[in-house]
């Protein structure tokens, strides 16, 4: 089983929020429909995936996520930057295809 670690930002690139799951599709719905309408995502309308990678286990991703988080603004910008150059919805687009059973 594959395990996700994702930045979203919201619509204007202003706010970043990363996470891991081993559901990445389920993970997306979640925040795109706020289905915890307290958390972060929701009160800052993050729901635009900028970036994902695959991991082979959970302690991966989380030690993944956990570089990740504690990196500079600017340094999580060049990351997303080097894979989605004009940051666009990666789940507004067919490259998200093989995220659904794990083998992208």
């Known amino acids: 089983m594959d395990y ?25 719905w979640e925040h795109r429909n ?3 309408p307290n958390s972060f ?4 309308h993050v729901t635009k995936l900028v970036y994902f990678e695959a991991t082979p286990s959970v ?3 989380i ?6 988080k504690s990196w ?3 340094k999580k910008n060049r990351l997303i930057e080097m894979h989605n ?12 295809a093989g995220v659904r059973t794990g083998s992208e």
């Open 85 to 96: 150059p004009q940051w666009k919805d990666l789940w507004s687009t067919d490259s998200h």
């Open 34 to 36: 706020h289905a915890d």
């Open 72 to 74: 500079s603004r600017k």
């Open 4 to 28: 996700f670690v994702y930045i979203l930002s919201n619509k204007t690139d202003v706010t970043l929020y990363t996470g891991m799951t081993n559901d990445l599709e389920r993970r997306i």
């Open 41 to 44: 995502t929701a009160r800052y």
């Open 63 to 68: 030690t993944r996520e956990k570089q990740i």
């Open 59 to 61: 302690d991966a991703a």
